[in-house]
């Protein structure tokens, strides 16, 4: 009797162990998986990064290269950086080479806080201020499941909200 008894002790998994494993489960499934399965957070976080260092060269450039214009060009499908020979007043003239589109993924998009515009271009100063759009603060959003923003001081301070 006693041998029957130890047998099935060691064959089954105790009251407590399955509870365990059935929470572990529940937090599992409740808090990491939906963020497997949603790419649009992630891509507005990784979008508003990538964003952010796209303008922070295109600046740096502008202020490394005060006899050229710099511009992000920022369309419904994409960005883009452009360089110009010249500037005329707040805005660039002749084109000499543009950079690679940086297309969206996972439905993000970019927009201005203000107008709520898809397409608008980016100028800096010779400063590091920004030309164009004219808005301080938060001045773009970042359109995914989350909407993001994307903020430049008058001074050319660009960051994350």
Do not use: W
């Not at 950079?99 to 996972?106: H, M």
């Amino acid at each position: 009797m006693d041998l029957n008894l130890s047998t099935s002790r060691l064959n089954g998994f105790t009251l407590v162990e399955l509870v365990t494993t059935i929470i572990l489960i529940g937090i599992v499934s409740v808090v990491v998986l939906p963020r497997f399965f949603s790419s649009s957070s992630f891509s507005a976080y990784t979008l508003r990064n990538e964003f952010i260092s796209e303008l922070r060269q295109a600046q740096l450039r502008a202020l490394n290269n005060t006899d050229r214009c710099y511009e992000v060009n920022v369309t419904a499908t994409g960005y883009q950086l452009r360089h110009y020979s010249d500037r005329a007043g707040n805005s660039c003239a002749t084109l000499i080479r543009t950079e690679a589109i940086q297309g969206y993924s996972g439905g993000a998009s970019i927009s201005l806080v203000a107008s709520a515009s898809k397409s608008f271009n980016i100028t800096f100063d010779s400063l590091g201020r920004m030309l164009s759009p004219s808005c301080t603060g938060a001045c773009f959003n970042i359109n995914a499941d989350d909407i993001l923003k994307v903020a430049v001081e008058s001074e050319g301070y660009i960051y994350a909200l």
